[in-house]
């Protein structure tokens, strides 16, 4: 990418390693303050717990926004066994706690493959799914709890990598609109011993992966033309799409 004609128009997409502790919308906040630009957006809300791949897009690649948050994801995680929370994940309260005696490797397998496919999956309470024009987490702030609507989803394929029970290490391939919280609620609900999910790192959306993702620190303290050269050309993007 030239550097001089980036900033004169500066689009493309910028690849970050989302840190934990922070939402995708700081990640945005922060990209435009360093890049000086207010056209950017993301392409995937990522938790504030989960790490990982976030695409941001900048000026006129704000047009392939949609297109981009539909392709398939993969993420790495961490189930803990034995425990539910309220968020489905680490950063919830506990809302109970279950037994993990006689949960064994084999049954943690055969529990992960039920979700294999095409299936409907709950959202949790949560989430920035709207009811009634309102996102469903202000309403978990205020202690509501209301019924979702089930929502069709995929998974392309898993791996468990480590079974040392309460922990199971895993990846996920699935399709827009998964929730791996969710995953994890159905997978312990499956074992009958309730799950969250403790650790979440998302690695790769559609054809785009960790590679040449940059941190948030180099985001903050890089300068603005290496942060431009860091940036997928339009032209790079569309070669990418069209092999993808």
């Not at 680490?90 to 496919?117: C, K, L, Y």
């Not at 895993?170 to 309730?194: E, N, P, W």
């Not at 997928?232 to 069209?242: F, G, H, K």
Request: proline share 4%.
């Amino acid at each position: 990418m030239n550097v001089s004609d980036s900033i004169q128009i500066p689009s493309g997409v910028l690849l970050i390693d989302k840190a934990r502790d922070m939402t995708s919308h700081d990640v945005v906040a922060i990209a435009r303050r360093s890049l000086g630009i207010k056209k950017i957006g993301h392409c995937g809300t990522l938790d504030p717990m989960a790490t990982g791949l976030l695409m941001l897009v900048v000026g006129k690649a704000t047009k392939l926004q949609d297109k981009l948050m539909c392709e398939h994801k993969e993420y790495a995680g961490t189930l803990m066994l034995g425990v539910e929370t309220s968020s489905q994940d680490a950063m919830g309260e506990v809302i109970a706690e279950h037994s993990v005696d006689g949960v064994t490797e084999q049954a943690v397998r055969e529990a992960f493959n039920r979700f294999d496919g095409a299936f409907e999956q709950i959202p949790p309470m949560v989430s920035a799914i709207k009811k009634g024009g309102v996102p469903l987490y202000k309403l978990a702030r205020k202690g509501q709890e209301v019924v979702r609507e089930p929502r069709p989803v995929e998974v392309f394929g898993h791996r468990i990598s480590r079974v040392a029970i309460p922990e199971v290490d895993f990846t996920v391939q699935c399709s827009k609109g998964f929730y791996v919280r969710s995953y994890a609620y159905d997978i312990g609900k499956a074992l009958g011993c309730g799950a969250h999910l403790s650790a979440l790192r998302r690695t790769r959306s559609g054809s785009f992966t960790l590679d040449r993702a940059i941190t948030v620190d180099t985001l903050k303290t890089a300068p603005r033309e290496e942060l431009f050269w860091a940036m997928l050309s339009l032209q790079e993007l569309a070669d990418i799409l069209i092999a993808g």
